[in-house]
T-cell receptor, first 114, second 113 residues
Framework: DAGVIQSPRHEVTEMGQEVTLRCKPISGHNSLFWYRQTMMRGLELLIYFNNNVPIDDSGMPEDRFSAKMPNASFSTLKIQPSEPRDSAVYFC????????????FGSGTQLSVL | DQQVKQNSPSLSVQEGRISILNCDYTNSMFDYFLWYKKYPAEGPTFLISISSIKDKNEDGRFTVFLNKSAKHLSLHIVPSQPGDSAVYFCAASLYNQGGKLIFGQGTELSVKP
């Protein structure tokens, strides 16, 4: 298995632009998570889906952030409009949901908002 | 309020010696604890875990100890190898909330040859 796949690996954009991050979870995993890593707050959960349904979005910082999971193999995290304080590494992760609680992470998207 | 704390941002150890990474937590309802290892420009990878009903779990060179009364866990790496140099994150979750992890800030381990 290729693992969790995220794209792009790096994104540089200007303040006010829309940013879309993409994720393909491990095939067969039924839960998908979006995490963000910053120097100030470390790794924090933004939102997670179970069977494509958003379960908990309490970590989403503002309405500028939105996430979708249209099918079991694809999810997006969108920031519109982006701000410099959104600069961070965004990780997608998935879990099998069979009771094995190991979370598998993608390589992350390094986002820089200028 | 940080529920999971790793108070040492960095640790340097000689190759072949023991590395001990520490983690404290405040929420007594945490049911499951994990350690993740992260290399630069990669995502965290699972290393070892322990359920709250145990006090020790061992996997090769890696052992995790849990002291529930002290709300403390530690990761022991014996013997340490240069390839172990990475950032180590402690994480915790509540019962039946697999994947919804609360992470510590991480400890950067450097193993010197």
């Amino acid at each position: 298995d290729a693992g969790v796949i995220q794209s792009p690996r790096h994104e540089v954009t200007e303040m006010g632009q829309e940013v879309t991050l993409r994720c393909k979870p491990i095939s067969g995993h039924n839960s998908l998570f979006w995490y963000r890593q910053t120097m100030m707050r470390g790794l924090e959960l933004l939102i997670y889906f179970n069977n494509n349904v958003p379960i908990d979005d309490s970590g989403m910082p503002e309405d500028r952030f939105s996430a979708k999971m249209p099918n079991a193999s694809f999810s997006t995290l969108k920031i519109q409009p982006s701000e410099p304080r959104d600069s961070a590494v965004y990780f997608c992760a998935s879990i099998s949901g069979t009771g094995d609680e190991k979370l598998f992470f993608g390589s992350g998207t390094q986002l820089s908002v200028l | 309020d940080q529920q999971v704390k790793q108070n040492s941002p960095s640790l340097s150890v000689q190759e072949g010696r023991i590395s001990i990474l520490n983690c404290d937590y405040t929420n007594s309802m945490f049911d499951y604890f994990l350690w993740y290892k992260k290399y630069p420009a990669e995502g965290p990878t699972f290393l070892i875990s322990i359920s709250s009903i145990k006090d020790k779990n061992e996997d090769g060179r890696f052992t995790v100890f849990l002291n529930k009364s002290a709300k403390h866990l530690s990761l022991h790496i014996v013997p340490s190898q240069p390839g172990d140099s990475a950032v180590y994150f402690c994480a915790a979750s509540l019962y039946n909330q697999g994947g919804k992890l609360i992470f510590g800030q991480g400890t950067e381990l450097s193993v010197k040859p």
